[in-house]
């Protein structure tokens, strides 16, 4: 069997007066910092929802993804207990209220054979 790796899904809404200008305008800058840590292995999406039951519930995801679970510790330690990453991630908060966070076990069962 592949080897698992760590997928943190956050849930959110937009607070009142921003949007995904905000979020995108936010990634720039977020992206800087991480591209600074010693540990560049995470690797983000944003998601929106196409249709799903309650499409009011959230107006995007934020997935993230390690290639192990070494370099998630390693990456958040790194992230959170840095100046710059923490305002970084207090910017974040301004712009969206994430009432979901959870973190998946992620397991490759097909890989493209590039054809």
Known sequence: MAAANPVEFWGC??????????????????GEVVDDLPDDGYNA????PMFK?????????WVGAWPDYASMGSGLGDFFNSETGSATFA????????EIHDLYSSVQV???SGE
């Open 53 to 61: 039951s309650n499409m009011t519930d959230l107006d995007f995801l």
């Open 110 to 112: 097909r890989e493209n």
């Open 45 to 48: 999406w944003v998601m929106t």
């Open 13 to 30: 809404k937009f607070n009142d007066g921003m949007g995904m200008e905000d979020l995108m305008e936010w990634t720039e800058e977020w």
């Open 91 to 98: 910017k974040f908060v301004e712009i969206s209220t994430c």
